[in-house]
């Protein structure tokens, strides 16, 4: 069974960076697809980005574009999100996710796609 766990996430200044990671415990997600969601408080959660299991195939939340980049690391952690000039709207908590993936190209934008899900880390954005 597939377990992630987040982390990287903590208290940050508007304009700052941050790289939150994805982990995995004793799983090989090299066929995974994979995705960052966010959920802050009083809303629901949304997508953030996604990335097919090769690498080659991205997308993200229009918002997001330009600030933030899902990397993924085969040879260590499976997963990062890169953040470039944090806004205080950035503040949620953050997930990852992940599903089987049939095709090397295959992502998901629909948290109801995705079959494992971390616990989140939480980001908090001041200004």
């Known amino acids: 069974q597939v377990q992630l766990v987040e982390s990287g996430g903590g208290l940050q200044q508007a304009g700052a960076s941050l790289r939150i990671s994805c982990a995995a415990s004793d799983s090989d997600l090299s066929t995974y697809a994979l995705g960052w969601f966010r959920q802050a408080p009083g809303k629901e959660r949304e997508f953030v980005a996604a990335?097919?299991?090769?690498?080659?195939?991205?997308a993200y939340k229009d918002p997001v574009k330009g600030r933030f980049t899902i990397i993924r690391d085969y040879a260590k952690t499976p997963v990062y999100l890169q953040i470039d000039d944090l806004k205080s709207e950035d503040t949620a908590v953050y997930f990852c996710?992940?599903?089987?993936?049939?095709?090397?190209?295959?992502?998901?934008?629909?948290?109801?796609?995705?079959?494992?899900w971390g616990q989140g880390t939480q980001v908090t954005v001041s200004s």
């Open positions: 990335i097919s299991w090769s690498g080659r195939d991205t």
């Open positions: 996710a992940a599903k089987r993936a049939i095709s090397a190209r295959q992502y998901f934008t629909d948290p109801a796609e995705y079959d494992y």
